[in-house]
């Protein structure tokens, strides 16, 4: 099956910075990939996502960038804010199928 | 669009009562609803898929006749903990997709319900 790795595990930074969050995954079949927030004790958000005919895509702050030959895809997050401040987790998922696998999620702490 | 609600948020039971979670589209038909179970600082795992009037796909580990899901109609699915264990605390989400295979992945997640069993 499919196996999804994320990294880092926790990412600290300073209001302003840039922070970038990388995941890797195993099935070459894979061409759905999402990005989820997740604030304390509430539900995953989707913020952006990609689809594996696309190499990047951005949303105002937030970029997502795949490469399918290396199998990784990455969420890129410029001028941070505290209110970014949340975990993030990645998946991926084959067409055809609704079940995306996640990865492990990455604590996004800005500090201001 | 696309919200998705479940009930209770929170619920404490005493050890051995069952518990019953639903998870209810509101402004789409969910022809598919997945149930995660989530550990403090972990990730999200997927106990089961379940599709409207067909029986549930468990995830293997998961033990089917604990945790009873029906999906009896396409905006509502449920989670039953039978016999629940002060190790079945956690915190429970389902989420919804909608469309025939291959329209739309994306999943829109409820907002979760917080279980503690004494």
């Known amino acids: 099956g499919e196996n999804v790795e994320q990294h880092p595990s926790t990412l600290s930074v300073q209001e302003g910075d840039s922070a970038v969050i990388k995941c890797t995954y195993s099935?070459?079949?894979?061409?759905?990939f999402p990005w989820y927030k997740q604030e304390l004790g509430k539900r995953p958000q989707l913020i952006i996502d990609?689809?594996?005919?696309?190499g990047e895509k951005k949303d105002q702050r937030i970029a997502v960038t795949l490469n399918k030959t290396a199998k990784h895809f990455s969420l890129h997050i410029t001028e941070t804010q505290p209110e970014d401040s949340a975990v993030y987790f990645c998946?991926?998922?084959?067409?055809?199928?609704?079940?995306?696998?996640f990865g492990r999620g990455t604590s996004l702490i800005v500090h201001p | 669009g696309a919200v998705v609600s479940q009930h209770p948020s929170w619920v404490i039971c005493k050890s051995g009562t069952s518990v019953k979670i639903e998870c209810r589209s509101l402004?789409?038909?969910?022809?598919?609803m997945f149930w995660y179970r989530q550990f403090p600082k972990q990730s999200l795992m997927l106990m089961a898929t379940?599709?409207?009037?067909?029986?549930?796909?468990?995830e293997q580990g998961v033990e089917k006749d604990k945790f009873l899901i029906n999906h009896a109609s396409l905006t509502l699915s449920t989670l039953t903990v039978t016999s629940a264990h002060p190790e079945d605390s956690s915190f429970y989400i389902c989420?919804?997709?909608?469309?025939?295979?291959?329209?739309?992945?994306?999943?829109?997640f409820g907002p979760g319900t917080r279980l503690t069993v004494l």
């Open positions: 989420s919804a997709t909608w469309g025939a295979l291959g329209l739309t992945d994306t999943q829109y």
């Open positions: 099935d070459s079949a894979s061409n759905y």
């Open positions: 990609i689809r594996s005919n696309v």
């Open positions: 998946a991926a998922s084959k067409g055809g199928s609704y079940i995306p696998t």
């Open positions: 402004d789409f038909q969910a022809t598919t």
């Open positions: 379940s599709n409207e009037g067909s029986k549930a796909t468990y």
